[in-house]
């Protein structure tokens, strides 16, 4: 399929989004929170038939309730950190319940940082950073005071959520870089477009 055939189912999809998600990367947001939501819907049916965890459950259920409270007016930078916020309790507890230290599940805290950093700037992203880096060094703490029971990280239960993080987490490797290389492709062509513009309106006051 050609560019312009992509750019035209592009414009398409993006007409039939809720308002709020039409404008700037708001699309590329939509797409992911629900990618993002229904994986891990998908995800908890797995984790409960095999050992009763229902935390991926309730993680997809708020990747939808947030986007859901964005569309009524929730501030982007409020809808944003809450996801981080939750995604990292989340992970957190999961990690807790399969093994700590040693769990899989703790691959998914690689990508937390990334979102503020991409929407926000380095500062914003550097303080999730921090914030990621010390619940690691308390999952670690636990884990070495035998608060955690490490045994679980091999467990063969945890196989099939093991495999799906890492298989997800490579994904979500590319993609999010791609994203942000796309985005900065549109900004620069809305920036030449522009200077045409300028430069088209200065000849035309050149020749009046």
């Known amino acids: 399929m050609s560019r312009d055939r992509l750019d035209r189912l592009r414009a ?25 939501g229904l994986m891990f819907l998908g995800l908890s049916v797995v984790e409960y038939r095999n050992y009763g965890d ?91 005071l035998g608060w955690i029971d490490a045994s679980r990280a091999g467990d063969e239960r945890h196989l099939s959520s093991s495999w799906g993080s890492f298989a997800l987490l490579a994904a979500f490797m590319l993609v999010i870089p791609m994203s942000y290389h796309r985005m900065n492709e549109r900004a620069l062509l809305e920036q030449r477009q522009r200077r045409a513009e300028l430069e088209r309106q200065r000849a035309e006051l050149e020749r009046t």
């Open 12 to 36: 398409v999809l993006v007409q039939v989004l809720p308002a709020t998600y039409r404008s700037g990367v708001m699309p590329w947001v939509f797409f992911v929170g629900v990618l993002l």
């Open 54 to 144: 229902q935390i991926s459950m309730y993680f997809g259920l708020s990747v939808f309730a947030l986007m859901w409270a964005f569309h009524k007016g929730l501030s982007f930078r409020h809808t944003v950190h809450l996801a981080m916020a939750i995604a990292l309790l989340a992970q957190w507890l999961a990690a807790w319940q399969s093994g700590g230290m040693y769990s899989p599940r703790l691959a998914w805290l690689v990508l937390l940082p990334l979102p503020p950093f991409f929407f926000f700037g380095r500062r914003t992203g550097l303080q999730w950073l921090v914030v990621v880096l010390l619940s690691v060094v308390a999952l670690g703490v636990a884990t070495g």
